[in-house]
Nanobody, 120 residues
Framework: VQLVESGGGSVQAGGSLRVSCAAS??????MGWFRQAPGKEREAVAG????????DYTDSVKGRFTISQDRSKNTVYLQMNSLKPEDTAMYYCAAGWVNRNVLSESEYDYWGQGTQVTVS
């Protein structure tokens, strides 16, 4: 499975961005977004079960971010609204067979290269 992210960039606080993740292959039941800010550990942002569309979010992005999928394109999106400077990070897409927690990094087997999101 290969994952290719796109759509990052720079935006002012309060603005919006959408990042995308296109997957090759189908050896997974879940895709997620994680982020890592400079000097900080990578953290979960959101996850979606590709089988039934069920989603989960970390508390800091609930109500602002939306994860969705286009199964016909094997692509997952993260719509980010009301962006804050603390959302600045490298955003990584992940895929895997998730059994328990879509926000657990250890559940994922495949990772993309990341796309930078900068909020000023």
């Amino acid at each position: 499975v290969q994952l290719v992210e796109s759509g990052g960039g720079s935006v002012q606080a309060g603005g919006s961005l959408r990042v995308s993740c296109a997957a090759s292959g189908y050896a997974f039941n879940c895709m997620g977004w994680f982020r890592q800010a400079p000097g900080k550990e990578r953290e979960a942002v959101a996850g979606i079960y590709t089988t039934n569309g069920r989603t989960d979010y970390t508390d800091s992005v609930k109500g602002r971010f939306t994860i969705s999928q286009d199964r016909s394109k094997n692509t997952v999106y993260l719509q980010m609204n009301s962006l804050k400077p603390e959302d600045t990070a490298m955003y990584y897409c992940a895929a895997g067979w998730v059994n328990r927690n879509v926000l657990s990094e250890s559940e994922y087997d495949y990772w993309g290269q990341g796309t930078q999101v900068t909020v000023s």
